[in-house]
């Protein structure tokens, strides 16, 4: 433990000490206060080292949306805080132990529960979403590997998914919480199967019902617990995140139980490190509320009774440049949004889009595709795609 930690408790019988304490646990990550690097914080209200120390996670993204401090490089200030492993310090271990808890005590992803994000998160507008997104609607990790611009890269990964899935013409296809029909569209239209996709969201229903009007898609406004039927290939891109521990067996059940024997189940989700239970309290109050990353070792134990794992591949840092290219776009179109949206909301929207990016620059944040077989036999025929 370092010193600056070891101090922590004494700080609150000294409140001359706050902006001490803070500078030394920030130097340990290369990090200065009102220092002149780029990814040095800008203090601008004398409460904020105060607030922080009290607040922890929640009181670190508050006091940026209220323009308490500021950061040219956000993102790179959030990656080297959690590189030198100080943003646990930081969050405070009493926010961690209340959500570690919740999340152990309390089914946060019930059918009631499951809703919630919808409303909250993705209704949130879908003026911003076109703004910030690609043409394909895409609100997941798009794939680099030989992409010049975000587009290009979330076309690659729509097209990668559906050669994992080995699409055939014709085939029925589940997409498991479709957002705005991007790969119910894409999967449609260029390899010409059926496709019905399910989403929480009313606004991303509309949407997505809008955009695949003319192709044998149909979108419908439901929780995946509540599907019935059996299709041949299976898809979920960007929704696990939304399972919760508690049901991530059942999840699997359930996806086991829609998919034909012979059939392909590509699970695309945000992943975690290490296995933990809870979200970052920040993360969880203001932008996906009862949400969960799973580890590797978490979706493996959910799968296994029911899924041969045939390939697991991680382009988690992938993920950082198609936040920052979110970021950018959100910010070049902020002229047109603030009209419908506060100044706040955009520190808000900022906040958390360059800080996710400095989450999966730091590499604590992973990005898999696992694909998944049914447990009847081996596939020996199978060969990953990359």
């Known amino acids: 433990m370092t010193a600056a930690a070891s101090g922590y408790e ?3 019988a000294d409140p001359t000490k706050h902006q001490q304490w803070l500078s030394q646990l920030l130097a340990d990550a290369g990090i200065t206060i009102n220092g002149s690097k780029p990814w040095d914080p800008q203090i601008h209200h004398p409460h904020t080292y105060q607030r922080i120390l009290a607040g922890g996670s929640v009181a670190i ?52 529960r499951a809703y919630v994000v919808g409303e909250q998160h993705y209704d949130v507008g879908n003026d911003l979403y076109q703004a910030m997104l690609d043409p394909t609607m895409s609100y997941s990790c798009g794939y680099w590997q030989n992409a010049h611009d975000l587009n290009s890269a979330q076309a690659a990964k729509l097209e990668l998914v559906c050669r994992k899935l080995d699409l055939q013409p014709g085939e029925t296809v589940l997409d498991i919480g479709c957002g705005w029909g991007g790969f119910s569209q894409w999967a449609a239209r260029h390899h010409h199967v059926r496709v019905t996709g399910i989403t929480i969201s009313k ?32 898809v979920s ?21 829609l998919m034909q024997d012979d059939g392909i189940f590509v699970l695309h989700t945000i992943g975690n490190d290490l296995s933990h239970l809870g979200t970052d309290p920040w993360i969880h109050k203001y932008i996906f509320p009862n949400g969960e990353l799973p580890s590797l070792a978490q979706i493996s134990a959910a799968a296994e009774r029911y899924f041969v794992i045939e390939d697991v591949h991680n382009f988690g840092p992938d993920y950082d440049k198609t936040l920052m290219a979110w970021q950018h776009n959100f910010e070049s179109a902020w002229p047109q949004l603030k009209a419908h949206y506060d100044e706040r909301f955009f520190r808000m929207w900022n906040y958390y889009l360059k800080s996710c990016a400095g989450g999966f620059r730091s590499r604590s944040l992973q990005l898999y595709q696992l694909v998944l077989r049914k447990r009847l036999k081996p596939l020996a025929r199978y060969c990953p795609v990359r």
């Open 10 to 12: 004494s700080l609150k």
């Open 61 to 112: 993204g508050e006091s940026y949306m209220d323009g308490w401090w500021d950061c040219e490089r956000l993102d790179e200030l959030i990656s080297r805080i959690i590189s030198a492993e100080v943003d646990t310090t930081l969050v405070g271990k009493w926010q961690l132990l209340k959500h570690w808890l919740l999340a152990r005590l309390v089914n946060l992803q019930t059918r009631k």
């Open 203 to 234: 606004e991303q229903q509309a949407l997505a019902q809008q955009r695949c009007r003319s192709l044998p898609v149909d979108i419908a406004l439901m929780d995946y617990r509540d599907l019935s039927g059996c299709y041949q290939k299976l």
């Open 237 to 257: 891109i960007g929704m696990f995140e939304h399972v919760g521990h508690k049901n991530y067996a059942a999840y699997m059940q359930h996806a086991h139980r």
